[in-house]
């Protein structure tokens, strides 16, 4: 044999050797999870004002914040109240909803997900009730 040929199947057999040694693992996305029961009541205090705390909204959205609206688990309700962020007669013309919303949004911050954004929805949906 050839010293050409030799290093040809000495490669070869490096390739194949390495080859074998590659595991690919693929990582599937973590399912979305389905929108919210519409026959659940959503809780405002329970499963509302979590997804602000958990997005950081609150960072900003705080007593003495730049932005007027105070997300904070005290002052959350009568902010959003006062501030007329929910509309129960047209529930998605509501600005709590609709402005920080995943996919069309104009806020900067977007909700983490579509399901958050769909649980605000239901719950404004409700008669946005402060419980």
């Given at each position: 044999?050839t010293?050409?040929?030799?290093?040809?199947?000495?490669?070869?057999?490096?390739?194949?050797?390495?080859?074998?040694?590659?595991?690919?693992?693929?990582?599937?996305?973590?399912?979305?999870?389905?929108?919210?029961?519409?026959?659940?009541?959503?809780?405002?205090?329970?499963?509302?004002?979590?997804?602000?705390?958990?997005?950081?909204?609150?960072?900003?959205?705080?007593?003495?914040?730049?932005?007027?609206?105070d997300?904070?688990?005290?002052?959350?309700?009568?902010?959003?109240?006062?501030?007329?962020?929910?509309?129960?007669?047209?529930?998605?013309?509501?600005?709590?909803y609709?402005?920080?919303?995943?996919?069309t949004?104009?806020?900067?911050?977007?909700?983490?997900?579509?399901?958050?954004?769909e649980?605000?929805?239901?719950?404004?949906?409700?008669?946005?009730?402060?419980?």
């Amino acid at each position: 044999m050839t010293t050409n040929r030799l290093l040809q199947i000495g490669l070869l057999v490096l390739m194949m050797a390495f080859m074998a040694g590659c595991e690919y693992e693929f990582i599937k996305p973590a399912p979305t999870p389905p929108p919210p029961d519409p026959t659940d009541t959503i809780k405002f205090a329970q499963q509302v004002v979590p997804i602000w705390d958990a997005n950081s909204c609150t960072n900003c959205h705080k007593p003495g914040g730049t932005p007027q609206l105070d997300l904070t688990a005290a002052n959350a309700f009568s902010s959003l109240t006062s501030l007329a962020m929910y509309n129960v007669d047209n529930p998605p013309a509501s600005r709590i909803y609709n402005f920080p919303y995943p996919e069309t949004g104009d806020h900067s911050f977007k909700y983490a997900t579509q399901a958050e954004a769909e649980l605000i929805l239901q719950w404004i949906t409700q008669g946005a009730k402060n419980n």
